[in-house]
């Protein structure tokens, strides 16, 4: 199995642009979830998915970032306009069991200047 | 509502010398705790995790931890550290129901020849 794969690894732009981050959950996993890591804040859940149905996005900074799950096998963060306070290391993770044992991809360095 | 502080930010020791990482959980109802490891631009991978059975769980690379209820602590040890585990370590809590967890600030082991 290939694990959790986010896309694009490294993300560098300017303040004001759009920027979509994806990831494709492990197969046969039913919850997915975003996180953002921050040094300040640590790691903090944005959104979760159960059934590519969003049950939870009280996370979800503001109005500026939006999640979609289309298909139980892809979902995407997007932040417009993307702002330098967004910078951040964002993190999607997948389970079969909730949040009993999630499994993490490797994450997306975004860079907002 | 549910908290969990990670006591120390740094933890150095020698490569062959024990480990003892601190966590201290706040939780309304009986919780689920979790340790969770990140390796240098990797994703979080789980470690081990408690819920409700064994008091002292075991996880992978020779790691453990003991749930202590009276102290509300669940202390993450390794009796003899190796250079490989490097790393920062999560201390998680979540409630019933795994639909959420909620992360400690992180504790990075720094690990000396």
């Known amino acids: 199995d290939a694990g959790v794969i986010q896309s694009p690894r490294h993300e560098v732009t300017e303040m004001g642009q759009e920027v979509t981050l994806r990831c494709k959950p492990i197969?046969?996993?039913?919850?997915l979830f975003w996180y953002r890591q921050t040094m300040m804040r640590g790691l903090e859940l944005l959104i979760y998915?159960?059934?590519?149905?969003?049950?939870?996005d009280s996370g979800m900074p503001e109005d500026r970032f939006s999640a979609k799950m289309p298909n139980a096998s892809f979902s995407t963060l997007k932040i417009q306009p993307s702002e330098p306070r967004d910078s951040a290391v964002y993190f999607c993770?997948?389970?079969?069991?909730?949040?009993?044992?999630?499994?993490f991809g490797s994450g997306t360095q975004l860079s907002v200047l | 509502a549910q908290s969990v502080t990670q006591l120390d930010s740094h933890v150095s020791v020698s490569e062959g010398t024990p480990v003892l990482l601190r966590c201290n959980y706040s939780?309304?109802?009986?919780?689920?705790l979790f340790w969770y490891v990140q390796h240098p631009n990797k994703g979080l991978q789980l470690l081990l995790k408690?819920?409700?059975?064994?008091?002292l769980v075991k996880g992978i690379n020779g790691f453990e931890a003991e749930f202590k209820k009276s102290e509300t602590s669940f202390h993450l040890t390794k009796p003899s550290a190796h250079m490989s585990d490097a790393a920062e370590y999560f201390c998680?809590?979540?409630?019933?129901?795994?639909?959420?967890?909620?992360f400690g600030k992180g504790t990075m082991l720094l690990v000396s020849p």
């Open positions: 939780s309304s109802y009986s919780p689920s």
């Open positions: 998915f159960n059934n590519n149905v969003p049950i939870d």
């Open positions: 998680v809590v979540s409630t019933a129901g795994y639909s959420t967890l909620t």
């Open positions: 408690y819920t409700s059975a064994a008091t």
């Open positions: 993770a997948s389970s079969s069991r909730g949040a009993e044992k999630l499994f």
């Open positions: 197969s046969g996993h039913n919850s």
